[in-house]
């Protein structure tokens, strides 16, 4: 018999609590909308209580939402919940995810709560839940770390007090596969009610299991699985979803499941959540790195040359990777352009916005002669990072002076106090160096820079430079920044610029 498997997506909560990263607003939005085009059944959309930000963030999202349905985090508090009550007010469709923490060493160590402290918990807030949300999920934090027959209990009081589903999270990645599906099938044994109500997966990948285990709880009966966009998250991530949606799907045989993804949009979101998040895709990266539809071997290239699936088990048009490009140049019209970016995904609604991005594609199109696909999604993520900017880089000029000593002057325009310019000058051991100390002088900072790396979007001499940058902030936290221009020092400085702000 064949499962029907929901996906449910917590980038934009556990994937943003990946040290650097943090959306805002407007870019939660469009990332939920690209949710909902991929076929997620649930968008975690935030944890409204933690920041006004946040709040505000998920009432957005669930006003705009229109079939997926979306979620709030909430720990066993009442506050917790009626924050998540309240934010989702418009949302079509809603759940709330209540959690509390049940293993021995939070229990002792972080909740100083006894079991019989925690079931009670549980009692109080999924009842008190159960009166807003037709669907509340609860979550025994720690569970792989939980002893089996306590979790039983605690999974067994939420039932009868209204759970609708199950989540068992695997919190510290500490599981494998062959626990990770006993313990499912250990539950299905001893809960009653087990299909009575949908019992999902949240695996971590520390030890590189994620979505090994979350492929597990499914062949154990659960029937849905969490996750994020490329495996974003705390300390190593979280199972990244289109790992799962793909394996599904190529081995079907195995997993006898189906579910509603969309995986030709795969690509489409995996890139805008890279872009959006700062965070570059590893080239090695399953189904969605540069190298995964690459042959270098001379004994592969010649397999896939006579049969592709002598090496390919996955197509690349299967996640939306097309060989074909439709090429845009500078004699290229609007209307052409904004059909183009349509088809990318992006809303092409606001005229003003058109206006602005079509003025900044014919800047683009002088300096190259055909404007790739890649091409496109830089320019938008170029001008979603100039967008939210409180400090612009305005100009720049970088000089060499002797013995590898460079001198950087650089023009920064300052949005928080009415676009007013601040200028200054430094020296460094190379031009890079330079221009950040510069940066530092004139904001008055502290900063040390972790990484620094420049990627070239497109082949050719004329390829513009993408610079990612890893800075570490004055209180220890760390900052993670992208600049894109044809001029490397450029990129490099607005990298810089996008960390800080």
């Known amino acids: 018999m064949v499962k029907q498997i929901q996906f449910f997506d917590t980038t934009l909560r556990d994937g943003e609590q990946t040290p650097g990263v943090n959306f805002n607003t407007k870019e939660k939005v469009q990332i939920a909308l690209q949710l909902e085009k991929w076929g997620i059944d649930v968008i975690e959309a935030g944890f409204p209580i933690s920041s006004q930000g946040d709040f505000e963030a998920v009432q957005e999202i669930a006003a705009q939402i229109k079939h997926a349905t979306v979620g ?15 934010a989702l007010k418009e949302a079509n469709h809603k759940q ?33 839940a159960k009166q807003y ?27 009868k007090c209204g759970a609708t589903i199950i989540n068992i999270p695997d919190t510290v990645g500490y599981t494998n596969p062959t626990e990770y599906g006993a313990l499912f099938a250990y539950l299905k044994e001893n809960i009653s009610a087990f299909d009575e109500v949908i ?32 495996g974003i998250g705390e300390r190593a991530g979280n199972t990244a979803l289109e790992e799962v949606a793909v394996a599904l799907h190529i081995r079907r045989d195995a997993y006898q499941a189906e579910n509603q993804i969309k995986l030709d949009e795969t690509k489409n979101t995996s890139d805008l959540v890279s872009r959006l998040s700062g965070m570059p895709i590893p080239r090695n990266k399953a189904i969605i790195g540069a190298n995964a539809y690459a042959h270098e071997s001379g004994i592969h290239q010649d397999g896939v040359l006579k049969n592709p699936e002598t090496y390919e088990i996955i197509t690349p048009q299967l996640v939306g ?27 092409m609604s606001d005229k003003v916005v058109v206006k602005e991005l079509f003025v900044k594609f014919k800047e683009l199109a002088d300096k190259k002669k055909n404007i790739s696909t890649t091409d496109l999604h830089a320019l938008i993520a170029g001008a979603t990072i100039e967008d939210q900017a409180n400090y612009e880089l305005a100009r720049l000029q970088v000089q060499y002076i002797e013995e590898g000593l460079h001198a950087a002057t650089v023009a ?27 940066i530092n002088r004139m904001l008055k900072l502290n900063i040390i820079l972790h990484e620094y790396r420049i990627d070239a979007i497109t082949q050719g001499h004329d390829s513009q430079a993408q610079v990612h940058v890893t800075i570490q902030l004055p209180n220890g936290y760390l900052s993670y920044g992208t600049g894109i221009d044809f001029d490397v020092l450029t990129a490099s400085a607005k990298a810089y610029l996008q960390a800080i702000n």
């Open 412 to 438: 920064v325009r300052d949005r928080q106090q009415d676009n007013r310019i601040l200028l200054d000058t430094d020296t460094g051991a190379g031009s890079v160096d330079a221009i950040y100390k510069t």
């Open 133 to 159: 949300f037709d669907q509340v999920q609860f979550s025994p934090e720690d569970a792989t770390r939980t002893e089996w027959d306590f979790l039983v209990e605690v999974i067994e009081v939420a039932i």
């Open 96 to 128: 709330i995810h209540v959690f509390i923490a049940t293993s021995p060493i939070h229990r002792e160590s972080k909740l100083s709560m006894t079991k019989a402290e925690i079931l009670a918990s549980v009692k109080k807030h999924i009842t008190y």
């Open 72 to 86: 709030g985090l909430a720990r066993c508090s009442i506050e917790d919940i009626d924050s998540v009550r309240e």
């Open 321 to 347: 990777v097309s060989s074909n490009d439709l090429p845009l140049g500078k004699l290229s019209g609007r209307h052409a352009f904004v059909d183009r970016m349509v088809s990318l995904g992006y809303d």
């Open 199 to 230: 019992f999902s997966s949240h695996c971590h990948d520390d030890l590189g299991m994620a979505t090994a285990n979350a492929l597990a709880a499914i062949e154990q009966g659960a029937l849905r699985v969490e996750g994020t966009i490329n």
